[in-house]
């Protein structure tokens, strides 16, 4: 079993912990800025961009921050990791469709580049989400670890937007719906009523994770790493916070890129993608109607009603959280 809060964090030392980040990203925009400019303010060392497409103008972004390194999916990386990468016997077969098989060679070849430049903690998250640890700095958090942990997985509170057109969703959206691992048992029962919505979390709810880095550490999956259940710590504070679809425009977009997917990750009838609302956005998209992606996002995504919302906050369902923006506003 994994250990639990922060029963586990030990007086802060004199040595501050040097953490990284790791993602992967495809046409992020504007935000891609934000995210950069966000996690440095936070003390966070490096940051590593994996970027899908190559010839994507947001490298041009992250190249004038020095303690950013961008690298394209090129024939360069590819062949690097098809030689190189212990896990692309595993994962290398799926990486012309399989989005989460490029990303756990990201992480594989990020963790390389961090052994090199003395890092000492790895964190993989999305271009479309941030790390919050309060108002703290990140590296004092971390810092603060016991000795005896190796992985932590942080719980992930999803975007509420309260607009149907949102351009860097960092510095706009404030308003998340609250991870269910930390509501009582009937919170479900009382969103519904009060929301008249029928889905509460449209994607993940299992949180993401950040390791300490030694030489053989590797990624198991997209939301965490091979460490031992009982050398992990599961807490929701600090959190991750994840900016899903916000934005008609944003979230047309997303889907315009994963395009007609199957039913099934890693392309298995084994493993059905048991997401309806994923689904549902994917047939939306590939009907070429427009008005039915409108509709998605009005019934499932948008949080408009601001009396509603209020009573969601009362009732510890929803959460604002301005830290992200303000801290961006004074950058």
């Known amino acids: 079993m994994a250990r639990i809060r922060a029963i586990h964090l030990k007086a802060c030392s004199s040595t501050m912990a040097r953490v990284c980040i790791v993602t992967t990203v495809r046409d992020p925009g504007v935000c891609l800025e934000s995210f950069i400019r966000y996690h440095l303010a936070l003390g966070i060392a490096h940051i590593y961009i994996f970027f899908d497409d190559p010839e994507d103008p947001a490298i041009q972004v992250a190249l004038q921050f020095s303690d950013v390194t961008a690298i394209p999916n090129d024939e360069a990386l590819q062949v690097q990791q098809a030689l190189g990468n212990v896990l692309y016997p595993k994962y290398g077969p799926h990486v012309g469709y399989e989005v989460m098989a490029r990303q756990i060679l990201n992480v594989e070849t990020a963790i390389q580049l961090a052994l090199d430049q003395g890092m000492d903690w790895i964190l993989h998250i999305d271009g479309d989400e941030l790390f919050y640890p309060g108002q703290m ?170 009396e509603t919302n209020q009573n969601l906050i009362e009732k510890g369902i929803l959460t604002r959280i301005s830290y992200p923006s303000q801290l961006l506003s004074s950058l």
């Open 137 to 306: 700095m990140a590296l004092d958090w971390f810092d603060q670890v016991s000795d005896d942990i190796f992985q932590v997985t942080f719980l992930n509170h999803e975007a509420a937007p309260e607009a149907f057109e949102i351009e860097d969703y960092f510095r706009e959206v404030t308003l998340f719906k609250r991870n269910p691992a930390i509501l009582d048992p009937g919170f479900y029962t009382q969103f519904q009523k009060i929301s008249s919505k029928s889905q509460y979390f449209l994607a993940y709810q299992n949180g993401k994770s950040a390791a300490r880095i030694y030489p053989s550490l590797l990624p198991n999956s997209v939301h965490s790493f091979d460490i031992p259940g009982d050398h992990t710590l599961v807490t929701s504070s600090p959190s991750i916070l994840h900016y899903l679809n916000c934005g008609l425009q944003n979230y047309y977009k997303k889907y315009a890129q994963l395009g007609n997917f199957p039913d099934y990750w890693w392309r298995s009838k084994s493993n059905p993608i048991r997401v309806p609302f994923h689904l549902a956005s994917r047939d939306a998209y590939c009907s070429g109607d427009r008005t039915r992606m409108e509709a998605l996002y009005q019934e499932f995504i948008l949080y408009n009603n601001s």
